[in-house]
């Protein structure tokens, strides 16, 4: 079964200082990783995603990532946080399987990034 | 154009009533979920539909039911809610298949009390 680890609820950052919010996987196959963000009180937005290829991959709003088989790791990165940032962030997986199918996803518990002015 | 709706956006309810959640999706998605947010804003996949059959129903009392008329809705009904039940539920939708990215909806805060 898979699994997914967010090692810090909360990350305070200063405005336009940069940051990484963690995100380590756990799986016995083949996986795709998301990012995803949680505006209050609204719904999930897709930040960006590791399918395949490059192992940098680059979102929204300035946002990118890097995927770390050898780590079993997927951090999200931005070099210059703004206060609109605040928000909660979600790391999820999916495992690659054969045949097809719809799988849904398996979230981290989330990060609360804080930006201070 | 929203693209995944749900309503209502807030239910207020007392233990023991049965209550239902709406979803619509417009991308032309094959595929839709019901994922539960707890107050600790952790998410867990509840259900999917493929081509109205389920995929998925994980562990997850029998008093939830989702129901697919087409492919463009999931609706998700509760029996007997109980105070457990209070939560965000959010709907989304995707085309078959891990690869696509998963569309959600507003979200649905639902109280019993």
């Known amino acids: 079964a898979q699994s997914v680890t967010q090692l810090d609820s909360q990350v305070p950052v200063f405005e336009e200082a940069p940051v990484e919010l963690r995100c380590n996987y756990s799986s016995s196959v083949s996986v795709y990783l998301f990012w995803y963000v949680q505006y209050p009180n609204q719904g999930l937005q897709l930040l960006l995603k590791y399918l395949s290829g490059s192992t940098l991959v680059k979102g929204i709003n300035g946002f990118e990532a890097e995927f770390n088989k050898s780590q079993t790791s997927f951090h999200l990165r931005k070099p210059s946080v703004h206060i609109s940032d605040t928000a909660e962030y979600f790391c999820a997986v999916s495992e690659s399987r054969s045949g097809g199918g719809a799988d849904g996803l398996t979230f981290g518990k989330g990060t609360h990034l804080i930006i201070q002015p | ?113």
């Not at chain 2, 233990?15 to 839709?32: F, R, V, W």
């Not at chain 2, 059959?53 to 492919?71: A, H, Y």
Request: proline share 4%; net charge neutral; glycine share 6%.
């Open chain 2, 1 to 113: 154009d929203t693209a995944v709706s749900q309503t209502p956006k807030y239910l207020v309810t007392q233990m023991g009533n049965d209550k239902s959640i709406k979803c619509e999706q417009n991308l032309g998605h094959d595929t839709m979920y019901w994922y539960k947010q707890d107050s600790k804003k952790f998410l867990k996949i509840m259900f999917s539909y493929n081509n109205k059959e389920l995929i998925i129903n994980e562990t997850v009392p029998n008093r939830f039911s989702p129901k697919s008329p087409d492919k463009a809705h999931l609706n998700l009904h509760i029996n007997s809610l109980e105070l457990g039940d209070s939560a965000v539920y959010f709907c989304a939708s995707s085309q078959a298949g891990h690869l696509y990215e998963q569309y959600f909806g507003p979200g649905t805060r639902l109280t019993v009390t």
